[in-house]
């Protein structure tokens, strides 16, 4: 096995592009303190030059022959030399291209022009992005280039499927449509040719195969659940190089469950670098706002990928705010000892009463509360964006899905936890033309929240992928002997 192991050192350069921090500055700062992001840049980090030296700029046809995964796995030295020279060309053709994205992502943003437009597609334009010439570029950038590889090891039903309906539906349409469906645009077709690693296992379907039923209080020990996923690390990380030269930070995997935070956190140093895309991207949690993505919770009823359109015009919406929900964690607990059932205007249920249609009330409401419950996040802002209803963020150190891209205080409200005693007064003061220019930014960003299968550009799926594409933009892996 020792002959396995690579003789070239692997680096991983951190070098600092400044695309994250190039999404984030020119609106200006968001007053919203939780989407604050700590980068801390210095231009003598700033590196251009990475991959100056590379001259091929195609890749070569073998690049892409199916079978040359075999040369790689081969025990003995002449052929283990070989591969290595081989990563190391297609590593260098992978970081070219991504020199090349930050190129063409920086000169968008230099002359503030959309250089890439067709008529008729989407152009993501005012101040509902953070920099919608810097996103635009970015996301024709990786609609042209981004490559995924997914595992191929591992058996349904802990891998290679997920739950498609339900809270947690967004971990299985996701595994779905970028591995089991075999018709995603962004699957590598080699490794060697893959820009991040998906570990394509999930949490959900490891709680339910491996736990339930859950007899006794040393079933939740998550002893089980952490060593699965240390297992199949190990697996792809002895079988292939990918998974070791980068210390997993070109790694990643999606959950919307509880449990799915924890993982990590059992095995600091194994996961270090490893990205999560998580529903609960609670940053008191260990979510890191830099390396972690922030996905949304989005709940599923089976043949359908999002609710009914039953928003009404702003004239037609008769109800102030909305909520209706279990008494789940603190928050939920405080807005219902001080607003259930007591006010017309701001309409507060545990549950809803019979006949009432909780899709057509979101329709009928300006404002939709959206409070944490036992996770950080909930499906009911995607609900209320759907329903054109303005959310409004209820809760403490949850980074909101997209961050890096959309400016969230144009399309939604944050209101304190400490301040839920007020939130009528608070709604009431929003002035008429303020909550018109909502609204209208909820109707404009909801694309960004739909569901398509296949995924379409600019939608839900290609919004997380995105997410990840722009983290990898933001760090270079390089060969040295
Ligand atoms: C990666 O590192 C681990 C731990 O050091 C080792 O067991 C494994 O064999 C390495 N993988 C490869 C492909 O060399
Ligand atoms: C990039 O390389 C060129 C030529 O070697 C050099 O002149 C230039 O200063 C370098 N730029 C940066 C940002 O390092
Ligand atoms: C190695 O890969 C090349 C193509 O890249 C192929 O022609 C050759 O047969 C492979 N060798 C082995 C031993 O699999
Ligand atoms: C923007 O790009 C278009 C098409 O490439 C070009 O015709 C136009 O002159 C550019 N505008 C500016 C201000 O650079
Ligand atoms: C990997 O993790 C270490 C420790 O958290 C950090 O210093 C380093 O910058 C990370 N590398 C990347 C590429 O994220
Ligand atoms: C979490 O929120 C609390 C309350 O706002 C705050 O005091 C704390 O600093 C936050 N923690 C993190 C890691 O952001
Ligand atoms: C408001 O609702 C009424 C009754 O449902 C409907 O007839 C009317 O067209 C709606 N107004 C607008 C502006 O949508
Ligand atoms: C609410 O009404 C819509 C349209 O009539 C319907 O499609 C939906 O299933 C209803 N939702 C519930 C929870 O009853
Ligand atoms: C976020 O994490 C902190 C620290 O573990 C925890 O106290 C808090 O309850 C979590 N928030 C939610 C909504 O789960």
Known sequence: MEATRCPAVFLLLPLFFLILLIFFTPFGRNNLSHLDFPLSLSSSNINDNITTQVQIQQPPDEFLLPNSEDNRTMIDHKATTISIKKITTSLDIVEQGLAEARASI??????????????????????????????????IEM???????????????????????????????????????????????????????????SVVRMVQYVYKPIMSKNDYNRDRLHRLVEDYVGVVAHKYPYWNRSNGADHFFLSCHDWAPGISVANPQLFKNFTRLLCNANTSEGFQLKRDVSIPGLYL???????????????????????????????????????????????????????????????????????????VGSPRIVESIHAGCVPVIISYNYSLPFNDVLNWNKFSLEI???????????????????????????????????????AKPFDMMHMILHSLWLRRLNFGLSTSE
């Open 106 to 139: 920086r000169e968008a943003i230099r002359l503030r022009n959309y250089t890439s437009w067709k008529t008729g597609n989407f152009v993501p334009k005012g101040s509902l992005y953070r920099n919608p010439y810097a996103f635009h570029q970015s996301h």
């Open 143 to 201: 609609m042209k280039r981004f490559k995924v590889w997914i595992y191929e090891e591992g058996e349904e039903p802990l891998v290679h499927g997920g739950p498609l309906n339900d809270i947690y539906s967004i971990e299985g349409q996701f595994i779905d449509e970028m591995d089991t469906s075999n018709k995603s645009p962004f699957k590598a077709r080699h490794p060697d040719e893959a820009h991040v690693f998906y570990l394509p296992f």
């Open 301 to 375: 009823i089976p043949g359908h990928l999002g609710p009914p359109n039953l928003g009404q015009s702003p004239i037609n919406r008769t109800i102030l705010a909305f909520f209706a929900g279990g008494a789940h964690g603190d928050i939920r607990k405080l807005l219902l000892d001080h607003w259930k059932d007591k006010d017309n205007e701001v309409q507060v249920h545990e549950y809803l009463p019979k006949g009432r249609n909780y899709t057509k009330l979101m329709g009928l409401s300006k404002f939709c509360l959206c409070p944490s419950g036992f996770e």
């Open 416 to 454: 304190p936890v400490a301040k839920i005693p007020e939130i009528k007064i608070i709604l009431q003061s929003v002035s008429k033309s303020k909550y018109l220019k909502l609204h209208m930014n909820v109707l404009r960003v909801r694309r960004h929240f739909i569901v398509n299968r296949p």
